[in-house]
């Protein structure tokens, strides 16, 4: 996945609007399903349980339809990952998916760097290169800056490390198939 830029401005006023619009689809529905829920099946219920004495609960209908109403956004917004308007939203979303696989296996990746050979080996700076770049960009996004300090760290060490050894990549140079050769 190549890495393009993103307007920081447009990517998070999108965001804000999908999120409040998820969350009101989500209370809606919810409270549509446990209706509707509760009108078909709940009137077969007595009134007062006779073993406790308590009027009994519309809970599960309740939770029933709080999981319909994620089902159904979930559906929605599967939908609608593709349209123009998602475009900068879906990508972070896949950005941050590469980036829980390379954190699973940072350990083997970083390894490799530090046991590096020959040129074949190369593609442990290709991934560590795009994760922490990637990672950089995803950060200023979401407006995360606390950790940027510690990334900007590890960046130069990498940059020192290739520059020792001679190594030049880029970004672009990066294919998730790479990631195989480090579980």
Not at 124 to 143: E, G, R
């Amino acid at each position: 996945m190549h890495l393009i830029d993103i307007n920081k401005t447009l990517y998070r006023k999108r965001l804000n609007i999908v999120i409040f619009i998820s969350i009101f689809c989500l209370t809606v529905l919810s409270i549509s399903f446990g209706a509707i829920l509760i009108e078909l099946f709940g009137y077969t219920l007595p009134d007062i349980d006779p073993t406790t004495g308590e009027k009994p609960s519309n809970f599960r209908f309740n939770f029933v339809g709080v999981i319909l109403a994620l089902l159904t956004c979930i559906s929605i917004l599967q939908q609608f990952k593709n349209h123009p308007y998602c475009f900068e939203i879906h990508y972070v979303m896949r950005l941050k998916q590469i980036h829980n696989i390379i954190y699973r296996r940072l350990n083997n990746i970083k390894k490799s760097t530090q046991a590096f050979e020959s040129n074949e080996d190369i593609n442990a700076f290709i991934v560590l290169n795009y994760y922490y770049t990637s990672l950089k960009q995803v950060y200023l996004l979401d407006n995360n800056t606390l950790t940027l300090s510690s990334l900007e760290k590890d960046m130069q060490a990498l940059q020192q490390r290739m520059t020792a050894l001679d190594i030049k990549v880029n970004t672009d140079q990066f294919e998730r198939a790479m990631l195989i050769d480090y579980r």
